[in-house]
Structures are given as structure tokens and as C-alpha cells.
């Protein structure tokens, strides 16, 4: 059973890196957009997130007092990378949609403007972001869907590399040398 | 002849000054505007002390705009187009939207179409809704059900009052809404002048000085005839030249100073709620902010917008609390020598006494000195962004500490094994006992069993310990709950409890050991090896930790033992987590004392409340009348409390560098202690406190001591015997022979020089009243009248002998400065003595009461020539000489311009 699931998310991840792209942008409105084309063979996520077949344009919420010097902004654009990771564990594309369309989410980027943390010439935390992703599937601003519900952030929920959904994860790996 | 003569000379003399007699004013540039600003009030320092208590009528707005600006520029990146371009005009729009914001609020309190929100929710007064929230809402927690509260009455706002307000809360008219009655005149009611500050000069001379004299007065009209040198106008953005910060100075004109004294504290309590909770939810916003408003609401604001009482008087009642104080702290942070001398204050030391300490270490502080620097920068901006900066700076460093402890504590708690601590820590002791020769590794082992002991001991022992009832309050507390919410898994309470168990494992292996062979008279203590936190407390911080070495050292003999999984790749030290069962026990206890040490000083740094910031920088005696250290009326009724106490009790340690307590009892009556102040209601605390936890937390601080808190340390040991605790007080020693005690009172000395020959132990007993201070401090709301701050008491009476504490007011009105400048050319000292008491020196009733009513009237400019001649008297106003004719008999009724 645990090996036909592999394969099958092993088929998932072929066809979905191709089939599908996500972008997210600031719209000429002033709003944060997360924008999902899709093709065809995977039509049923963009009507999962939006009911179109081909394009979803969803709203991001702007997270309350996110911009600012508060110690959990702070932790994450610190830890992003280390104590926040990705697991292996490969999101379905169903469990994406549904997050997607109870819009109880925020995107985090090494970019966004909620990162003060960071000079705006260097940005040490774009290397922290992209390695949640593998070298060969990272782009060049990792998103990161961050859980904020009833105007309070939560946890990481998953990441996204290159057409496949990770989920996010508190590491609390050592190494003990007994 | 004679008659004629005279008759001729009279007539003469008047037919001249009729011709051509205008008496001009000229002495300055020539400038427009009216001076709209509030009367300068001076004070010297009892009147100030006093003065805390009063509401003020005017504020400085602070705005940081740094997080803002950035977040700014990153949004206009993402967006496109040319960000810097954008960001300027956003950072504009963010400071208008503020100071609209603040206006808009202002003027519906004024109008009675927002109700006044008690800032005492205990007043009997208080409407029951609102006072059912304030008592459930934490001070350390954010509370949305206010948030809601506050949303039903700004929607509420525009309905029929008399109808809807019932429907919210049972708000009364008279009490809570703002009436005419509360103002001087009626028509300016709604009124608020709003200047944008470039420097901070003799307009604010109040803040430069107590008494003004003909000096001051000379210069306040100097820098009043360039007005537009220090001051613009609110939204005149091409005067803002930082982008990084941006002042303002907001005055309320024309109040009732008997009205306001009862309502202003209410006034600024509620513009500070409304203000914060407007800016995130009121549909008002989009109108200033525009399409910008999202981005605006998603803004910390309480990190970003300070409002700074301008002078003595305050925006919130003094209390003494921990909240209080450690926010007047935020003082500290604007001198500008703050960097160089950062190191050395309290908030940035590992175990911090806490922001009573300030109180302490200077109970008669100067006052309106220029006490924040503000006369050492060019510009109010760059004042500002000093102030900011080091705020910021130390924040950072506390978050960083913060962020570090939680995620020590995180990962140790989920991987290190207890009975693998226990077992490890036998281990080292008895690999240490066996090796009878003192090789490299095993004096290294047993320094870090000696550190290892005398660190949990000060930190844990049951009944005796000092800091465990400080860190029991860390455990009460719920800020590290609240910041790191969804940062880490447990809350705090697991922690502690997590600390409190290897506590128990250290003490019972520690005392399970005969210390005394143990550590035996040949062993030489390396007290570098120490955390800073215990030598700073133990041996008053005359050393520096050198704990580094000893890890260096470790890392030669042993592998660590917790590392990240990157440490097999890097080596570095950074990726160890802990090195060995001894270093991992102890960086748990200094990660619970780091959290101790961030939440000492919570409230200079974090907001809960979602309520603007409105720290009392321009007034030190604020905290110190409140807390009883300053008592402005000192001199009719100051009391000595009087000490006598005797070693009554002595426990031993088990360990030799740490403290034990014994019981010292006051002479009964002399003192009352805190335990009675609990029983007797006395220490009013935070509601979510139950008296009984304050009780047990009191007790725990004080172990079996009746209030005072008495230290006794142990010498036995020659090489060991220096600086074992050295708290500032009234000490006792006693020393001893092996077999009995000889006590040796040493009144008010710090260090004892006990003869070694003939004594093999001493004790010394001192009162540590920083201690009860740093701890009391914390019971939030109140305490009572009573504060034991003994020694700070005896340093007053010294400091009070100069004329400073008799209370003395002076007020002056900035217009009536610059129109005597004006006439005059310089003020003289006859004049001077006139404008200190509210008063006009135009020498002349009818040019003061034309004054009085151009001000009145709201004619802007300013007087360029006048000609008086009783009912055909006539006025040139700047810009435009428009000449306006009057009566001097009835000014008011007569005063018309001149077609």
C-alpha cells in the first residue's frame, strides 16, 4: 500500500510540474494575487481553488500586524531554512485547493513586505527560503503559504517548488553522541 | 497766557501723533501666522512631581516610519514601477493618514460622538461592559472582545445618541462624553493645532529650564520671529525631509483646566484604544490612505507611533507598577551617548534587576534639564531617529536572546533524556573522586561540577533561593506564552517545569556529596567559568565570563554531546547545541534566566493592548511620586523608617558559593511587611493574579523572612571566602568560630574583613531591598503607599535641602513673547516677570486686549504698526498691512477691516 502511494505521487509529480504554473503578484489595485493557470489535464485544481477550469486569480489576505518587529515575524524570516522545514511529505493537490479556498492563508517570501529584516540591497534570507526547496526545483522567490486565520498567523502550512506542494514542518532534529 | 500756551502744546503734541504716529513693530522677519500653540508651562521639580498627575494638554507625536518604509518599498518592487519614487509618496500618505486619523478621533470625542473610556476601570463609575472587558482582557495578551466593544461604538457613533449609547454600555453624559462645560471657549471646542517639529528649540523652552527668565523670554522671541525655522505645518511634506522618522506636536487649546484634570486622563486613554484599533478596522481610513489602506492595517502600529506627553503633566496616571516603569524606562534610550554606555544598564545585563533599578540608583533625578538630550542634535528628526535607533537596537537584542532560550529549551526538552542527565552527571562526579591526582581534564571537571552546583543552587533551592521567586513569576507570566505562540509547542510552564526537574536532579547530586573533600582546600576556583548572570549577582559583575574557553577546551577531550545534523558537515561551534550532560544543564537554567531577563523588561519593548505607547519622557518623578521614592510634599510629612534587626536563624548551605537565607526579624511594629501589606489588601495586583499565587510567590521570594528579605553567605573556605554577595543596604555580619557564633553588627558597610586566624566561617546579613523592589514590581496594577525603598528614602532627606521641592509654577503664551519682542526689541526683566504669570507687557490695557482679540477672533498675521486714539484706533496686520479699525473700549464688538 505505502509503495503504490509513492508511485502514485511519484505520477503526480511528473505530470503535475509541467501541467500547471502559479504566480504571485501585487495587482494594479493594491492587492496581493496568487494566480493558478492551468491546463487541460489539470483543470480539476484550479475548479478545486476557484471553480474555473483554467485560471484562478485568488486574493491573499494582507495578515495584521505582520509588518512590523514582532518576534514571531522575526523567527520566521530567522529560522526559515532550519527550525521551519520542508518535509518529504508531498501535498495532494486537493488538500492545496481546499487551503487555497478558504483563503486562510498569507504567502511569504524572502521578498515580501513584510520582511524589514533584511536590508532591501541584500537579502540573506532568499538562500533560507530556497532551500526548502531541492536545488533543481527552486525558484527564484520561494513561496511559502503561512497559516492566518481569524487575523492571527499559525503555522507554516506547505511550500511550493516547482509544481509540487510541500508541507512545512518544525524540525527539532539533533544528532546525540551518546 | 500761560493757559493758552499749554492749550496750544496739548493740541500740538496729539495733532502730531494723529499725522504720523504709527508705532511699528518691527523688530524680526515679518511672517504671517498667528503662534498657535499652547501656554508654555515651567515648572521646577516638586511643581513637576505634581504635575504628573495632571492630564496633559499637549502631546508629541512620534512616528517611526523605518519598518513602514521598507515594507513600502518592498510591496512597490513586487508591484513595479519606480519604488523609491512610490515609497516617498507612501511614507507621506502613512503620516497623513496618522495625523488625519488622530484628528478625526480628536473631534469626535470633542463633539460627544464618541464616548470617554475610563483609563481607571476600577472607578465605580466605570460602564459595566467595559469594565467586565478590562478586568478579562490580560495586559500581556491581545484582546479581540475590546476590539469588538470598540467596533459597536464607532458604529454606533452617528445614530441618535441619547438612544443608541444604552444599547452598548451604561454610559453617562455628564461623565463620560467631553460637554461644553469642559472647555474655556466653547467655539474651539473641536480645535487642535498640529505642528510638524524641525528642532526642538526655545518653543519648547519648558524643556530647557525651570524658572524662565529675561534670557529665555529673549530667545523664545528670537526663535518665535523664525517660527518657520522650527515649526511647519502637519501636512506641508516638502518640510519633512527625513523619511525615516517625522515629530509633530499636537496641543488641545482652550480646555477647562478643573474639567480636564477629571476627563484628560480619560481623553488620552481613549484616542490611544481608538487610535489603534481605527487605524486597523475604521472604513475612515481608506479616505486618507486610499489604496493603500490594506497595506496600512497590516502595520504593527503600536512598534511604529509613540505619543509623548509635551512637558510634566502625563498621558496616563502614574502607578507603580512594572508596566509602568519599565516603560518610563524607554528615557534611557534617548541620550546621546546611549551606545557608549548601553553595556553598563540594567536591561542589557544577563540577570537584571529590573526597571525599579533607575528608581534606585537615582531617586532625585534632574528635571527639565534638557534630560533628553534634545538640545545635543540638529534637527528633531535626528533626536528622533537616535531615540528610535536604540530602541530598536536593544529590542533586537532582547528578541534575539529570546529566540535563542526558547529554541535551546525547545530542542533539549524534546531530546535530552533525564535519567541520561542524572546517570552522566553521577558519572562526572565520581570520575572526579576517584582521580586522586589533579590532572588538566579532572581540575577542568570539577570547576564545571562546582559552577554546575552553585548555579542551581541560587537559582533553586526551595526555601531559600532569591531568584526562584523571580523566575517562579516568569512562569506566571504570560508574555513568552503570548510572543511565542505558534513558534514553539509548549508554553512556558512546561519549560519551567522541564528546568525545575533537572533542578532536583543537580541538587540531589550536589548535596549527596561531602562538598567540603570534595572541594577541598587545595582546589583553586576558576570563577571565569561562570555564566556572567551568576557572577554579575555573586561577584557584582567584576569579572567577565569566560565560558567559551571551557567549552574550547571540552571539545579537545570529548565529542559534544547534542548537535544540529549539520555539525558532522560544518564543525562549527555555532551548530553545537549543547556539549556535554553539565554544559546542557546549565544552558537550560541560563535560558530560563535569559527569559527572565527579557520579560523584567516587557513593556518597554512589546504591546499587547493594542494601545498606543505614552511614556512620560519628560518627566522622571512621574514613576518615583508614584512609587513613593519622590515625595513632592516631603518636607511637611517625610518618616524614617528605622531598622533593628537580628540574626535570629542560620541555615547552611550545602554548597559553598551559593546564598542561604536565614530569618531576620524586624523589631516588631517598625515595619510592615509585604505579607501584611497582601493580607491587609494593601499591594492591589493585577485581577488575573489570585492573592493567594502572590502570596506563595512573595513567600517563595522571601523565604520564611516576614517581609524582608535577608541573605547570609557561608565562607569556609579561605580561597573562596572574597565577594560572595554584595547587595547595597544595611548589612550585619557574623562570623564565627568552628563551634559558635560571635556576631559582629557592621551597620551599612558592604565589605567585611574577617580575621582569618581566629575565624573559620562568617555569615553577613543584608536587606536587600532591591530585591523586594524588583519583585513587587511586578504585581501589577498598584502598589500600595507604602514602597521599601528604605535606602532611597534616607538619600532624599539629604537631596532635599534646596529650594527645588517647594512646588513653582510659571506659564508664559508664546504670542504674547513674540508681541512684546516685537514692540520692544528686547523683553526686559520688568517684562519678563509679567509673561511668567500668564500675562501680556504691552505696557498698554489697549494693545493687550486687541491682542487678546485678534487671537480670539482667529485674524492670522501679526501686528505690523498700530495706532491707538481711544474710540478711532487702527491696526496693520502682516502680510498685506490690512488695516483694521477699532474702539479701544470695546475691541471685541468694534474691530472691523478697513475698505
Avoid at chain 2, 136 to 151: A, G
Avoid at chain 2, 199 to 204: A, Q
Avoid at chain 2, 272 to 294: G, M
Wanted: net charge neutral.
Amino acid at each position: 500500500m505505502i509503495s503504490l502511494k509513492i508511485f502514485l505521487l511519484f505520477f503526480a509529480q511528473i505530470f503535475s510540474t509541467f501541467a500547471w504554473d502559479l504566480d504571485f503578484e501585487i495587482s494594479e489595485n493594491y492587492l496581493q494575487e496568487l494566480k493558478i493557470s492551468c491546463s487541460d489535464r489539470d483543470s480539476e485544481f484550479c475548479y478545486q481553488s476557484c471553480d474555473d477550469e483554467f485560471f484562478c486569480s485568488i486574493e491573499v489576505p494582507f495578515c495584521q500586524n505582520c509588518l512590523g518587529n514582532s518576534f514571531l515575524m522575526t523567527a520566521i524570516f530567522s529560522e526559515i531554512g532550519r527550525f521551519y522545514k520542508s518535509s518529504e511529505e508531498l501535498l495532494e493537490l486537493s488538500d492545496v485547493a481546499s487551503l487555497l479556498r478558504e483563503k486562510k492563508f498569507i504567502i511569504l517570501t524572502s521578498h515580501i513586505f513584510y520582511n524589514i529584516f533584511d536590508s532591501t540591497d541584500f537579502n540573506s534570507t532568499t538562500e533560507k527560503f530556497q532551500s526548502l526547496c531541492r536545488e533543481d526545483e527552486f525558484r527564484e522567490y520561494t513561496l511559502v503559504f503561512w497559516e492566518y486565520d481569524s487575523l492571527e498567523l499559525g503555522d507554516g502550512l506547505f511550500v511550493f517548488c516547482k509544481g509540487q506542494f510541500f508541507k512545512i514542518e518544525k524540525s527539532y532534529d539533533v544528532i546525540l553522541n551518546l | 497766557m500761560g493757559k493758552i500756551f499749554i492749550f496750544f502744546f496739548f493740541f500740538s503734541s496729539f495733532a502730531f501723533s494723529f499725522d504720523d504716529d504709527w508705532t511699528k513693530w518691527e523688530k524680526g522677519e515679518i511672517h504671517s501666522k498667528r503662534i498657535h500653540l499652547n501656554p508654555l508651562r515651567f515648572t521646577n521639580r516638586a511643581q513637576c512631581a505634581l504635575d504628573s498627575n495632571k492630564p496633559s494638554e499637549s502631546i508629541f507625536l512620534m512616528i517611526n516610519n523605518v519598518s513602514v518604509a521598507k515594507g513600502l518599498y518592498r510591496f512597490f518592487k513586487m508591484k513595479g514601477g519606480d519604488a523609491e519614487d512610490l515609497t516617498k509618496k507612501g511614507i507621506f500618505t502613512f503620516r497623513s493618514t496618522i495625523i488625519n486619523l488622530f484628528s478625526l478621533i480628536h473631534r469626535e470625542i470633542m463633539k460627544g460622538r464618541l464616548p470617554l473610556l475610563p483609563s481607571d476601570s476600577t472607578d465605580k463609575k466605570t460602564p459595566f461592559v467595559y469594565k467586565n472587558l478590562m478586568e478579562n482582557c490580560r495586559s500581556d495578551t491581545r484582546c479581540l472582545s475590546l476590539d469588538d466593544y470598540i467596533k459597536s461604538i464607532w458604529q454606533n457613533r452617528l445614530k441618535d445618541k441619547k438612544l443608541a449609547w444604552t444599547d452598548i454600555d451604561n454610559f453617562s453624559f455628564k461623565n463620560h462624553f467631553v460637554l461644553e462645560s469642559d472647555f474655556e471657549n466653547f467655539d474651539q471646542k473641536s480645535e487642535m493645532y498640529c505642528h510638524y517639529l524641525k528642532k526642538f528649540s526655545p518653543l519648547e523652552a519648558h524643556l530647557f529650564g525651570a524658572k524662565p527668565g529675561q534670557d529665555v523670554f529673549n530667545k523664545m522671541g528670537e526663535a518665535l520671529t523664525h517660527v518657520d525655522k522650527h515649526l511647519a505645518n502637519c501636512f506641508d511634506f516638502n518640510e519633512q525631509k527625513n523619511l525615516k522618522v517625522a515629530a509633530f506636536q499636537i496641543d488641545i487649546p482652550q480646555l477647562n483646566s478643573k474639567k480636564w484634570k477629571k476627563k484628560g486622563f480619560d481623553y488620552w486613554h481613549s484616542i490611544q484604544l481608538y487610535f489603534s484599533w481605527a487605524i486597523r478596522y475604521a472604513p475612515e481610513v481608506s479616505l486618507y490612505a486610499k489604496e493603500l489602506t490594506k497595506l496600512f492595517r497590516s502595520i504593527l502600529i503600536e512598534d511604529v507611533v509613540l505619543f509623548i506627553p509635551n512637558g510634566c503633566k502625563t498621558l496616563t496616571s502614574p502607578k507603580c507598577d512594572g508596566d509602568y516603569l519599565a516603560l518610563s524606562h524607554l528615557r534611557n534610550f534617548t541620550r546621546k551617548e546611549f551606545k557608549k554606555n548601553a553595556l553598563n544598564l540594567d536591561i542589557l545585563s544577563p540577570l537584571p534587576e529590573g526597571p525599579s533599578k533607575d528608581l534606585l540608583d537615582d531617586e532625585t533625578p534632574k528635571v527639565n534639564t534638557d534630560i533628553n538630550d534634545l538640545g545635543e542634535f540638529q534637527s528633531a528628526e535626528k533626536w528622533l531617529e537616535n531615540f528610535q535607533d536604540n530602541i530598536a537596537q536593544v529590542k533586537q537584542v532582547h528578541k534575539t536572546k529570546i529566540l535563542k532560550a526558547l529554541t535551546k529549551l525547545n530542542l533539549l526538552y524534546k531530546n535530552l533524556d533525564l535519567n541520561f542527565l542524572k546517570s552522566e552527571i553521577k558519572e562526572a562526579f565520581n570520575f572526579s573522586k576517584s582521580k586522586n591526582t589533579l590532572t588538566e581534564y579532572n581540575l577542568f571537571l570539577k570547576n564545571q561540577l562546582y559552577y554546575l552546583c552553585g548555579e542551581f543552587t541560587l537559582s533553586g533551592h526551595n526555601d531559600f533561593s532569591f531568584i526562584k521567586g523571580l523566575l517562579k513569576i516568569l512562569e506566571d507570566s504570560g508574555f513568552i506564552n503570548e510572543i511565542s505562540k505558534n513558534f514553539v509547542d509548549e508554553n512556558i510552564q512546561t519549560y519551567f517545569s522541564f528546568y525545575e526537574k533537572i533542578s532536583e536532579i543537580i541538587g540531589h547530586q550536589c548535596n549527596s556529596i561531602d562538598q567540603h573533600a570534595f572541594w577541598d582546600d587545595e582546589f583553586l576556583l576558576k570563577k571565569e567559568g561562570f555564566f556572567q548572570w551568576y557572577l554579575d549577582k555573586v561577584y557584582d559583575g567584576r569579572m567577565l565570563s569566560k565560558i567559551s574557553l571551557d567549552l574550547d577546551f571540552y571539545l579537545k577531550y570529548r565529542k559534544p554531546l547534542i548537535v544540529y545534523p549539520q555539525y558532522n558537515v560544518s564543525g562549527n561551534k555555532s551548530d553545537i547545541i549543547c556539549a556535554s550532560a553539565i554544559f546542557c544543564s546549565r544552558d537550560i537554567l541560563k535560558s530560563i534566566v535569559d527569559l527572565y531577563a527579557a520579560t523584567e523588561y516587557t513593556n518597554t519593548f512589546w504591546s499587547f493592548e493594542n494601545k498606543v505607547k505614552s511614556p512620560a519622557l519628560f518627566n522622571p518623578y512621574a514613576e518615583r511620586t508614584a512609587c513613593r521614592v519622590y515625595d513632592p510634599w516631603f518636607k511637611t510629612k517625610a518618616t524614617l523608617f528605622s531598622f533593628f534587626h537580628d540574626v535570629a536563624k542560620a541555615s547552611v548551605s550545602a554548597v559553598a558559593p551559593a546564598a542561604i537565607f536565614a530569618s531576620a526579624t524586624l523589631k516588631e511594629g517598625r515595619v510592615v511587611s509585604f505579607k501584611q501589606l497582601v493580607n491587609e489588601g494593601k499591594i492591589v495586583y493585577d485581577v488575573n493574579y489570585k492573592k493567594e499565587k502572590i502570596q506563595a510567590g512573595l513567600f517563595a521570594d522571601f523565604g520564611p523572612l516576614l517581609g524582608v528579605p535577608c541573605m547570609i553567605s557561608l565562607a569556609k573556605f579561605p580561597l573562596i571566602r572574597p565577594s560572595f554577595f554584595h547587595f547595597k543596604g544595611i548589612q550585619v555580619g557574623a562570623c564565627s568560630t568552628k563551634n559558635s557564633y560571635d556576631l559582629n553588627v557592621q551597620s551599612a558597610s558592604r565589605d567585611q574583613n574577617n580575621d582569618s586566624n581566629t575565624k573559620s566561617a562568617c555569615l553577613s546579613c543584608s536587606i536587600n531591598f532591591e530585591s523586594v523592589a524588583t519583585t513587587a514590581s511586578y504585581f501589577t496594577p498598584y502598589l500600595g503607599s507604602v514602597f521599601f525603598f528604605i535606602r532611597g528614602i534616607v538619600r532624599l532627606y539629604r537631596g532635599l535641602k534646596d529650594p527645588l521641592n517647594i512646588p513653582r509654577s510659571w506659564e508664559t503664551r508664546h504670542q504674547d513673547v513674540l508681541d512684546a519682542y516685537r514692540k520692544y526689541g528686547e523683553i526686559s526683566k520688568s517684562c519678563s516677570r509679567k509673561l511668567r504669570k500668564l500675562k501680556s507687557c504691552l505696557k498698554n490695557s489697549c494693545e493687550e486686549d486687541l491682542a487678546k482679540v485678534l487671537h480670539l477672533k482667529k485674524i492670522e498675521g501679526q501686528i505690523s504698526s498700530i495706532l491707538i486714539d481711544g474710540d478711532e484706533s487702527f491696526v496693520k496686520m502682516t502680510p498685506l498691512d490690512k488695516v483694521y479699525s477699532f474702539s479701544c473700549s470695546e475691541i471685541e464688538k468694534t474691530l472691523k477691516p478697513l475698505e
